[in-house]
């Protein structure tokens, strides 16, 4: 079989590290973007900067996966931008293989160079005390926020090379991003908001901040009290952000199995702006 050419970095980059990938493109009409990729170790795609998918599917270095994906573009110009993540064998997320880290991606609407650049003061740290997660990232305020559209920093071009490993496509149901409306926020010292969620949900989370100063976000399993299935009574705010609009109040958040929970603290002199949720709920095809 006639190997791929995937794209790198034209400089050596020693993990633990993530670089993104760019190109852009002008529609004159209304097209069908259709895209293969793969990614070694992993991709998150945007489009113009927002969320467009993510991959590939999980194998092994004897079966690696391709992702396809395809939406309908309106007329205009686009950049098309890949996060490729390079942890290495120390920080890569359990079960997260890696052959030779790249990125391959082939539309007939992509015609235009690629470009790479590192993200630069991102600090990459063991995720004790999860589990099988991937590293924490340490941002500073020196990094380019503005990477993943495409815009800000230094690019250079990508370097081709050719890579033998057969392509697969995914045996399992793609996830699905529905925006999540079940969760409640819960005030935390220091300026901090938890956000509960009612049900046990795979879940992406976007916020927005402004001003200056520190954000810290973590996730916890479950909020039962050690040792015991039960949980504790929480003040609460009702939802908000793009996904639904705040409410005023106190209540205790509602009673679930195995309820998770997200946080976000920021200091003094930053304020978060927006959040909204997606999860991922199994495929029908899936349930007992």
């Not at 999540?180 to 049900?199: A, K, Q, S, W, Y």
């Not at 976007?206 to 050690?226: A, D, H, I, M, Q």
Request: proline letters at 9%; one cysteine or more; charged letters at 25%.
């Amino acid at each position: 079989m006639k190997p791929l050419f995937w794209m790198k970095p034209s400089r050596e980059i020693t993990p633990p590290s993530a670089v993104v990938f760019r190109t852009c493109f002008h529609l004159a009409g209304k097209r069908r973007f259709r895209l293969r990729f793969s990614a070694d170790e992993h991709a998150d795609l945007f489009l113009n900067g927002e969320p467009l998918t993510e991959g590939p599917c999980r194998g092994t270095t004897a079966r690696w996966h391709e992702e396809e994906y395809a939406c309908d573009l309106a007329p205009g110009d686009y950049t098309l931008t890949a996060r490729l993540f390079l942890f290495g064998p120390k920080l890569a997320a359990h079960g997260q293989c890696s052959i030779s880290h790249g990125f391959y991606a082939y539309s007939e609407l992509l015609t235009g160079p690629w470009e790479w650049q590192e993200m630069e003061h991102v600090r990459w740290e063991a995720p004790f005390p999860d589990w099988g997660a991937s590293p924490h990232a340490r941002v500073s305020r020196e990094a380019n926020f503005h990477i993943l559209e495409g815009r800000g920093g230094s690019w250079k071009p990508v370097i081709f090379e050719p890579d033998a490993r057969q392509l697969f496509p995914r045996e399992i149901p793609p996830l699905r991003s529905v925006p999540e409306t079940g969760f409640h926020l819960v005030p935390r010292p220091g300026n901090g908001m938890m956000i509960v969620f009612d049900n046990y949900v795979f879940v992406r989370g976007e916020y927005r901040f402004r001003g200056n100063g520190r954000v810290t976000l973590r996730w916890t399993e479950s909020l039962y009290r050690p040792g015991t299935f039960q949980r504790p009574a929480l003040p609460v705010t009702r939802a908000t952000g793009r996904n639904s609009r705040a409410r005023s109040g106190s209540a205790t958040a509602p009673k679930s199995n195995f309820p998770g929970s997200r946080s976000a603290g920021s200091t003094a002199g930053r304020r978060q702006d927006d959040s909204c949720c997606w999860s991922s709920p199994v495929p029908q095809n899936w349930r007992r």
